[in-house]
């Protein structure tokens, strides 16, 4: 690969998006869109890493290694510049896989009444939301044999958590929302696991690129309640979508990204919540 080919190759893959990939969430912001967090790349205790998005690049205080994104896959997943690059690839592939999985599971939403009567006791109501957030729903002991039809090597379908390493979908009986990166899976088994996500980033505001146009801002704890509010007309509404009971032990990386929105949001989710039993349009503190 020629300089300028691998300069243009890395533009595909900024550095921030991978670290966020990885659940790096940053300390504090700096001046010049920089931000400064613990290393990933040694056991760090007070923030050293420092990252400027807009080059793209790191350099850490602590151990005093930096680079681009590629140097940062080498050191991170302690591999040679070759493999580094198959990983960064196979990583930005999970975009494609993603989308032919929601939509895979959005065509089987219509064909499970269970997944449908679920939705719609959840308060779930309206066809419009199920379009916007992109709802599907995961029977189980079917997508694998889909994506294998589409090309997909197994291999990539373990890695992306999607296929269990016994060879069986992840993804069973649950009611999907995708998000930025990951898949939500909530069971309609009350035996199995509620919540489900796919390895990786779970961070960050629900729809927040729509929410932030308006003026003001309504953040809620949950989907389901995003979704209520939503279909009731509020179109100026986020969540996290880490759901309160998973959320305890990642408190500290809940409040890095978005300090004054996490704020915001234990007052209104306060408000929100009371509002929405009231009106009984869903049940706000199971997610
Ligand atoms: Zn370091």
Same mark, same amino acid.
């Given at each position: 690969m020629s300089r300028q080919a691998l300069d243009e190759w890395k533009q595909q893959i900024p550095l921030m998006d991978y670290l966020q990939a990885l659940d790096w969430r940053p300390a504090r912001q700096l001046s010049r869109g920089r931000s400064i967090g613990l290393c990933p790349l040694h056991a760090d205790h007070k923030p050293s890493f420092l990252v400027d998005p807009r080059k793209s690049l790191f350099y850490c205080y602590g151990c005093g290694r930096g680079g681009d994104v590629i140097r940062f896959a080498e050191l991170y997943h302690e591999v040679q510049f070759p493999q580094a690059l198959v990983l960064l690839r196979q990583w930005r592939g999970l975009a494609p896989l993603l989308h032919e999985v929601t939509s895979f599971y959005g065509m089987q939403l219509h064909r499970h009444a269970e997944a449908v009567a679920y939705l719609y006791q959840r308060g779930i109501r309206s066809p419009e939301v199920i379009q916007h957030m992109r709802i599907g729903y995961a029977p189980g002991g079917c997508l694998r044999a889909w994506l294998t039809d589409l090309g997909y090597p197994l291999q990539a379908l373990r890695q992306a958590g999607?296929? !269990? $390493? $016994?060879?069986?979908? !992840?993804?069973?009986?649950r009611v999907v929302f995708p998000l930025e990166g990951n898949l939500y899976g909530r069971s309609?088994? $009350?035996? $199995?696991?509620?919540h489900r996500f796919l390895p990786g980033a779970k961070g960050g505001l629900y729809s927040w690129d729509q929410a932030r146009l308006y003026p003001e801002v309504i953040l809620v704890e949950g989907l389901f309640d995003y979704a209520a509010l939503w279909q009731a007309g509020f179109h100026n509404v986020t969540c996290r979508w880490v759901p309160i009971s998973m959320r305890a032990s990642s408190a500290n990386s809940a409040t890095a990204r978005e300090p004054s929105i996490w704020l915001l949001m234990q007052i209104r989710t306060a408000v929100v919540s009371r509002r929405l039993n009231r009106l009984s349009l869903g049940s706000p503190n199971t997610a």
């Open positions: 999607l296929v !269990t $390493a $016994a060879g069986y979908d !992840t993804y069973r009986h309609l088994s $009350a035996v $199995a696991p509620p």
